[in-house]
């Protein structure tokens, strides 16, 4: 079956540091989505990427879904403590997710 | 909107007890599902709803079961608990299959 896998696990960065994590899948994907997880809370839907080579941009946040729609990226640049999370990408259909990047920021 | 409601918050069971996940959305949403989520494995899908009467199977579905009686409501139920069932589930319910998801608060569960 479909499956997503996410690196790297963690990472610890310096505030005002680059952050960048990869999303790669089994499977050709329809869409995929990002979300956020605070510490002790709930994931949170970030956006969703559709069309091959999209590139999506929230603020300090880009996405972007590869060419072949098998694999995608989110990069925050100056990372801030409210960046600290974990990120997850769910691929489509049955909304399998990745095992999450969690990120840890040093002010 | 109060969005996807989960109850309880927290829950201590015995090995071998049982008990019943509440899940409640009130964003007229056709598709439900629940998830745990273990340190280092991420969310992983237990089961499915894509409209009141129809449920199918996750990714990790033994030991759990599930029914639809309502487009609201999806609760998901243990038979006999076991302590690999410690874990944090997460209900979420989106308007399609592949529309965002949107996730209750989270259940915070031990079996000893």
């Known amino acids: 079956g479909q499956q997503v896998m996410q690196i790297p696990q963690y990472q610890h960065v310096q505030e005002g540091e680059d952050f960048t994590t990869y999303c790669n899948s089994s499977t050709t994907l329809s869409n995929i989505q990002w979300y956020k997880q605070r510490p002790g809370g709930h994931p949170v839907f970030l956006i969703q990427?559709?069309?091959?080579?999209e590139v999506k941009k929230q603020k300090r946040l880009t996405f972007q879904f590869g060419e072949a729609k098998k694999n995608s990226s989110l990069h925050i640049t100056a990372t801030q403590t409210t960046d600290v999370g974990t990120y997850f990408c769910?691929?489509?259909?049955?909304?399998?997710f990745g095992a999450g990047t969690r990120l840890t920021v040093k002010p | 909107n109060a969005g996807v409601t989960q109850t309880p918050k927290f829950q201590v069971l015995k090995t071998g007890q049982s008990m019943t996940l509440q899940c409640a959305q009130d964003m007229n949403h056709e598709y439900m599902s629940w998830y745990r989520q273990d340190p280092g494995m991420g969310l992983r899908l237990i089961h499915y709803?894509?409209?009141?009467?129809?449920?199918d199977q996750g990714e990790v579905p033994n030991g759990y079961n599930v029914s639809r009686s309502t487009t609201e409501d999806f609760p998901l139920r243990l038979l006999s608990a076991a302590p690999s069932q410690t874990s944090v589930y997460f209900c979420?319910?989106?308007?399609?299959?592949?529309?965002?998801?949107?996730f209750g608060n989270g259940t915070r569960l031990t079996v000893t």
């Open positions: 709803s894509v409209g009141a009467g129809i449920t």
């Open positions: 979420a319910s989106s308007y399609l299959p592949d529309s965002p998801l949107h």
């Open positions: 769910a691929g489509q259909g049955d909304m399998r």
């Open positions: 990427l559709v069309k091959s080579g």
